[in-house]
């Protein structure tokens, strides 16, 4: 089995400091660019599990450079390369304190908000008589405060983001405009594939007074997509649908016993188990890109490796 990258501890040339999130690791070069280490930790529950998923991290990196690349028309974005497949290198931005949730369709924690009797998310209404994993009749913005390391995010309205000054109101205008047009290209892609956006998230900031894309986009850590091919059939049918995502990371734990509650103890994760998470991240890159997955040459360290990509890249800015 392939070796999973599950921590890093570069010195890049001109590194100030270095970030570690839950799955990504973001090295400030010179306070003018990020080097971004998609490491193969996984995390579910708000829990980074022991083990790491091979190939995980290529996976992830290269579903958001693609599209990246695809929606740079739209709005420009933080990439400036990818030196390495777990590594991209881009802008350094300062992040606008929000993150910019698109829902196409009523699932997830919009459903259950809906099921208990909200009838709006975020000061937008819902129309009455919906139905799990209906299409909403345009896509919403529910946009959430980016809260602090270890805590939860927030949803927030767009007058509460005005009137408390957290965002300006010409900037927050451009931000609704590049989320619905960014959504509307992700979906027409997905659907290219056989799938439905059905949401995601989006992350912008600024540099030098200009607006940009940062961090992931598009990838099935940062969005729901639904399997097109029966999703009718199955919602007339009130089945729930075959979803793209890392949901059955999220089962597997929760027919375990583990759900991150206090208390709760993680199942042993065996090999045969990481074998399979890994085969399926592989399966949703090629679903989603359209394109063979190339593995990344793990022939030799790839720590090493990805030093090696990075410190020559650096070289040349």
């Known amino acids: 089995m ?9 010195s890049f040339p001109g590194q100030k400091s270095v970030y570690k999130g839950k799955v990504r690791d973001v090295y400030n070069i010179d306070d003018q660019y990020l080097v971004m280490v998609v490491s193969d930790r996984i995390s579910a529950f708000d829990v980074v599990l022991p083990k790491g998923i091979p190939y995980k991290g290529q ?9 990246l690349d695809a929606t740079s028309d739209i709005v420009p974005n933080w990439k400036m390369a990818t030196p390495d497949p777990m590594v991209t290198v881009g802008h350094k931005c300062e992040p606008f304190p929000v993150e910019m949730i698109v829902r196409g369709y009523l699932t ?7 099921k208990g009797g909200g009838r709006e998310i975020c000061g937008v ?10 299409a909403f009749p345009e896509p919403l913005l529910t946009p959430t405060t980016k809260a602090e390391q270890g805590a939860h ?19 927050y205008v451009q931000l609704e405009k590049f989320s619905l047009e ?15 956006l059905v949401d995601t998230k989006y992350e912008f900031g600024k540099k030098d007074g200009k607006i940009y894309l940062i961090d992931e986009i598009h990838t099935p850590d940062s969005s729901r997509y639904f399997y097109a091919d029966g999703y009718q059939e199955r919602f007339d049918n009130g089945e729930p649908q075959k979803q793209l995502s890392k949901e ?11 759900q991150g509650r206090e208390g709760d103890l993680l199942p042993e994760i065996h090999d045969e188990f990481v074998n ?36 020559e890249y650096l070289k040349s800015l």
């Open 2 to 10: 392939a070796k999973a990258i599950i921590q890093t501890d570069y």
């Open 59 to 67: 996976v992830l990196n290269q579903i958001a450079s693609k599209f």
């Open 108 to 114: 997830g924690s919009s459903w259950r908000l809906y």
């Open 125 to 134: 209404p819902l129309p009455e008589g919906m139905r799990e994993h209906e």
């Open 153 to 171: 995010d927030e949803n927030i309205s767009r007058d509460e983001i005005l009137s408390s000054g957290l965002v300006s109101e010409e900037d």
């Open 182 to 196: 960014l959504f509307k290209r992700g979906s027409e892609m997905a659907r290219e594939k056989g799938l439905i």
């Open 248 to 258: 059955f990371v999220r089962e597997w734990l929760m027919e375990n016993g583990f």
């Open 276 to 311: 399979r998470v890994s085969e399926r991240y592989i399966e949703l890159y090629e679903t989603i890109t359209g394109e063979k997955f190339v593995k990344g040459d793990d022939s030799t360290d790839v720590n090493e490796r990805i030093f090696n990509n990075v410190s």
